[in-house]
Structures are given as C-alpha cells and as structure tokens.
C-alpha cells in the first residue's frame, strides 16, 4: 500500500493542509443512515449508526461477501488516551463497564479537527465475530466499500484520482484524470476514462445520502456495484 499512501501525500500539498474538513459517513442498513464509523477490511465491512445523543442505541451492521446481518448495540461514553480514542460498544441492555471487551478504537490526532487529516482515522472494530483492523487511507476525499471491492478518490488542486482495492485484499486499478461534477439530484459524481471505458462513482451527502459504482464501454453499462459504506470529506 505504498504507492497509495505516496500519491495521497503529493496530493495533498501545502494548500490542503490549510484547509478544514466537513467529513460525514454513512451505510446502507435497510435504507441509507448517517453512521457514526464504519471500518473496511478485506474480507468484511462494519458500520455503526449515528446515535441520537453521544452514547445511546446505535446499529452494528457487518457484510461479509456482500450479506448483511444488523444487531441493537450501544455505544458507550468515549475514553481518550494518549492520541486514541476507545469507544465502547456494549451489547443492548446491558451497561458500560470498566474494561469493556467491545470497543471502535479511533485517533484523536489524525482527525478532521487538524486541518492535516481529511478523515478521522478508524483503527479498528473490535465485535464478538473478532478483532477488525480496518483499512485507513490518508488523504482521501472519498471511501468507499462495495460488496467486491474498495473505493477510493482523492481530489486535490483539480486532480481527481481514482484506486480500486479487490475484496479479497489485492491491488484493483488507479486511474488519473477524473472529472468532478454534481448531479440535478444533488450527488457528486467522478468520472474516469480508461481505454474506452468509464468508471463512474456516485456519493450523496447528507440530504441526498446513497451511491453507486458503475463500469461502461461507450454507453453499455458492463456492472454497477451499489455502495455498502462510504465517507465523503469535503472542504468547509
């Protein structure tokens, strides 16, 4: 994963880091909701809903090869430590311990109240099916999951970047040269082109939440691939 750290880092440049970040993220459980993390890993994808309050009852949402099962969670009150932040995930109708087993640990550094970081930097899930590292990707604008694939953009300086990830952990493809627009429905939409074909990534943010990956030669359309998870970071 070097040449993507490499690319996100040159992209980023000395006017990005100025810059302050509005990132907000969501999964699609039964219909598109805000969530509070959610963690890429090569063979699965976790997702928590956004609670009402800070701590409450939230979603845990786990698709593994694209199936989805969803259990009543809570998340706990959050406990910083020296650059990490542990937050508990504690099953319903149970209370928060002293040392929870259940927990999304999460950076209190690399997060978009430093103007540096676009994303706040998911380190893992912890969950009764395992420990979950989860793919983190500095400097992207988008991330995305798919049932097959990961997806990620970076957008700098009018350079739009694109970077697959197969599910299954090995290098998809990186394409340069992409075009950023926003549909009539209020979605962002990138588009590359790559030997007569075109890769179209659609992401809606809060009032228009859901998206979609799509692969053309001219105008067949070869698949589309409805996104599972995604965060967008954009500049405030």
Request: charged share 15%; hydrophobic share 35%; proline share 6%.
């Amino acid at each position: 994963m070097k040449l993507p750290v490499l690319l996100a880092l040159t992209l980023l440049g000395s006017a990005a880091a100025q810059a302050r970040w509005s990132e907000s993220s969501y999964a699609n459980i039964g219909g598109w909701q805000p969530a509070q993390s959610w963690c890429d890993t090569p063979g699965r994808v976790l997702a928590v809903t956004t609670p009402a309050a800070e701590t409450g009852p939230v979603k845990l949402a786990q698709w593994v090869g694209g199936k989805l099962s969803v259990q009543n969670w809570q998340l706990g009150r959050p406990e910083p430590g020296a650059g990490q932040v542990y937050t508990p995930l504690i099953p319903a109708g149970q209370t928060q311990s002293q040392n929870p087993e259940y927990f999304i640990h999460s950076s209190n550094i690399e997060n978009t109240v430093d103007p540096q970081y676009r994303m706040t930097h998911i380190n893992e899930y912890v969950v009764p099916a395992g420990r979950f590292g989860c793919r983190y990707v500095p400097g992207a604008t988008v991330l995305a999951a798919t049932a097959k694939h990961t997806v990620i953009v970076w957008e700098s300086g009018g350079k739009v970047t694109y970077a697959s990830r197969n599910r299954d952990g090995t290098p998809g493809i990186q394409l340069t040269g992409g075009t950023h627009t926003r549909t009539t429905g209020g979605h962002e939409r990138y588009v590359w082109n790559n030997a007569g074909y075109r890769y179209v990534l659609e992401v809606g943010q809060s009032g228009q939440p859901g998206g979609r990956l799509s692969v053309l030669k001219g105008t067949k359309l070869l698949s589309r691939e409805e996104l599972l998870a995604y965060s967008i970071s954009v500049q405030k």
